[in-house]
T-cell receptor, first 112, second 114 residues
Framework: AQKVTQAQTEISVVEKEDVTLDCVYETRDTTYYLFWYKQPPSGELVFLIRRNSFDEQNEISGRYSWNFQKSTSSFNFTITASQVVDSAVYFCALDNFNKFYFGSGTKLNVKP | NAGVTQTPKFRVLKTGQSMTLLCAQDMNHEYMYWYRQDPGMGLRLIHYSVGEGTTAKGEVPDGYNVSRLKKQNFLLGLESAAPSQTSVYFC?????????????FGPGTRLTVT
């Protein structure tokens, strides 16, 4: 069975703090993709990053960074120096063979 | 370039009524998907299609049917709506892997079944 767990339901931080969103996944397959999406209050879903199971390199994009560790089945997302505009629900997702499984999401509140 | 569009944006149905949700994409994507989003549960895949004329079941397909007669369109049908189908429905599309495989989402359709 495939499963994605985002144990943090809601996180509140003050602007400029760093915050890490956790994602743990389960799959028996060796080939799969992992994703992060952002859903701001307006409701649309915005793609942030894709990682395939054979690429464990961490990635940094501006204030965003991702830590993929197959040994612990985790794909964590860190926002450095958070901003109010980062307030949103963030979803981690797992795909193998075209079936996507989303976590339940982490709501991030960034206060000024 | 409109991306992924969904029609309608809102709909209220009575139990037992039927309706069709339309998803259209103009990015020449091979894959298309229908999800539902319920509070606290993230998105769940209903059905998906890997090409024109093909469809497959996702995680929660019961009570829904789909069709993909044209590459750019993916229709989701509810034959006899039930209150449990009250949800926000999202359509998405993507290229086939290993090309850029991220999904592009439509704005969503909020459906209420009374």
């Amino acid at each position: 069975a495939q499963k994605v767990t985002q144990a943090q339901t809601e996180i509140s931080v003050v602007e400029k703090e760093d915050v890490t969103l956790d994602c743990v996944y389960e799959t028996r397959d060796t080939t799969y993709y992992l994703f992060w999406y952002k859903q701001p209050p307006s409701g649309e879903l915005v793609f942030l990053i894709r990682r395939n199971s054979f690429d464990e390199q961490n990635e940094i994009s501006g204030r965003y960074s991702w830590n993929f560790q197959k040994s612990t089945s985790s794909f964590n997302f860190t926002i450095t120096a958070s901003q109010v505009v980062d307030s949103a629900v963030y979803f981690c997702a797992l795909d193998n063979f075209n079936k996507f499984y989303f976590g339940s999401g982490t709501k991030l509140n960034v206060k000024p | 370039n409109a991306g992924v569009t969904q029609t309608p944006k809102f709909r209220v149905l009575k139990t037992g009524q039927s309706m069709t949700l339309l998803c259209a994409q103009d990015m020449n994507h091979e894959y298309m998907y229908w999800y539902r989003q319920d509070p606290g549960m993230g998105l769940r895949l209903i059905h998906y299609s890997v090409g024109e004329g093909t469809t497959a079941k996702g995680e929660v397909p019961d009570g829904y049917n789909v069709s993909r007669l044209k590459k750019q369109n993916f229709l989701l049908g509810l034959e006899s709506a039930a209150p449990s189908q009250t949800s926000v429905y999202f359509c998405a599309s993507s290229f086939a892997p290993p090309r850029a495989y991220e999904q592009y989402f439509g704005p969503g359709t909020r459906l209420t079944v009374t």
